[in-house]
């Protein structure tokens, strides 16, 4: 298996972290530290040197420089191994540009591997909101599939174009829409086709996951709710004209793809309606490493896996079940706590690294 693991980070300017250099193992990588001292900015450092952006949401260059930076500019260098193989990796980052370079030559879009990153409050987002569903899936996919990212830009264009037709009116809103549509409906039958199938491959993967993990058995699907599955673009393009009064009455697009939601549902229940907490996290989890799945079948190569501090609401047998878990597979693990009792199951950990973080600083 081709899999690349980061090896060293050094940033400087990066948030509150200071340019210590830190030197990760292949396996799991503890990482403690009190609230506020940087944990999850040192995740921050590897997805955005992995993933080329930030896991937080409209996070914008000045939010990620150090306050007290003297200069106005972030580095982030990084080394990667793979089995023998090393390659060095780095992403200057300015307010108005940002350069990589890989092997010190510069690269314009690639990168080693890809992260994938576990946030403690994701679980919560994913059960409650659709929107975060949503963003999930797209990102995900995006992650596995550049046609499914391309597609899915040149639609969001497409719809925001097709909104501000509808916002301005005018009697030439009619033809423009016919116009945008023919585009609208190609992409939504494709992005449509790509989720179904994504979701198809997901699910094989959910029940086995929730069974490696937490040694339970119970039957975990994500079904996409959506009336265009299997909807060619012309019945798309079609519905759009019979939608199309009431659109321009409306003056937005009420109906599409962008509105599509996923049900993750536990034996067959809606997981939101009737899981508890902790059962929600440990379907999310699961659905998490049924992605990690996923990717390995289609990469042959495993990400980087990021978990930050999940273990509220699980118990100390579920942490015990995760850590067992992690410890069999063969990705790199970064994983935060500052909960002392969780510390303490992870430092037990025989092959385990550990870092203290204080101050954005190891100590
Ligand atoms: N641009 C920045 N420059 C300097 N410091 C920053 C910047 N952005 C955030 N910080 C500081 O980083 C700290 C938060 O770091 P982080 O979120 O990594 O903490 P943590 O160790 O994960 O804590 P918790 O256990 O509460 O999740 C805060 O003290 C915050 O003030
Ligand atoms: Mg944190």
Redesign the pocket.
């Known amino acids: 298996m081709n899999c690349w693991k980061i090896r060293k980070l050094q940033t400087h300017n990066f ?2 972290l200071s340019p210590t250099v830190f030197e990760f193992v292949p396996g799991i990588n503890c990482i403690f ?10 995740l921050e450092a590897v997805f955005y040197v992995t993933n080329k952006k930030s896991f937080r949401k409209n996070t914008s260059y000045p ?6 930076g003297e200069r106005p500019e972030i580095i982030l260098q990084s080394v990667f191994g793979n089995g023998s193989d090393i390659s060095a990796f780095s992403v200057r980052i300015s307010e108005n540009f940002e350069e990589r370079f890989l092997n010190n030559q510069p690269v314009k879009s690639k990168t080693i591997t890809s992260s994938v990153f576990i946030n403690p409050f994701d679980s919560y987002s994913f059960h409650t909101s659709s929107t975060f569903r949503r963003h999930w899936v797209d990102s995900h996919l995006n992650l596995m599939d550049s046609e499914y990212r391309q597609v899915l830009g040149r639609f969001q264009k497409a719809m925001r174009f097709r909104n501000s037709v509808l916002s301005f009116g005018g009697k030439n809103t009619s033809s423009q829409l016919r116009a945008i549509d023919e585009q609208i409906a190609d992409y939504s039958a494709l992005i449509t086709a790509k989720r179904h199938e994504f979701l198809q491959t997901l699910n094989e993967n959910i029940t086995p996951s929730f069974k490696a993990v937490f040694a339970e058995e119970h039957t975990l699907k994500m079904d996409l709710d959506s009336m265009f599955v299997h909807w060619d673009a012309k019945k798309i393009y079609d519905y759009y004209r019979h939608q199309e009064n009431d659109d321009i009455k409306a003056e937005v697009t009420r109906v599409g793809i962008h509105r599509d939601d996923f049900i993750f549902s536990f034996n067959g229940l809606n997981a939101f309606e009737f899981c508890s907490l902790g059962q929600q996290k440990m379907g999310f989890l699961s659905l998490v490493f049924a992605y990690i799945e996923v990717f390995r079948y289609k990469f042959n190569s495993y990400p980087i896996v990021l978990i930050d ?1 999940v273990s509220g609401e699980l118990d100390s047998q579920r942490w015990k079940n995760l850590i067992q878990y992690l410890e069999t597979k063969k990705f790199q693990v970064l994983i ?1 706590t ?1 909960n002392e009792n969780f510390r303490k199951e992870l430092e037990r950990i025989p092959e385990s690294k550990k870092f203290f ?1 204080e101050n ?1 600083t190891l100590v």
Do not use: F, V, W
């Not at 939010?63 to 007290?68: D, S």
């Open positions: 948030r509150n530290g009190q609230n506020g001292n940087g944990k999850t900015n040192l939010q990620i420089l150090n306050i007290e501090d935060t500052a973080i954005g």
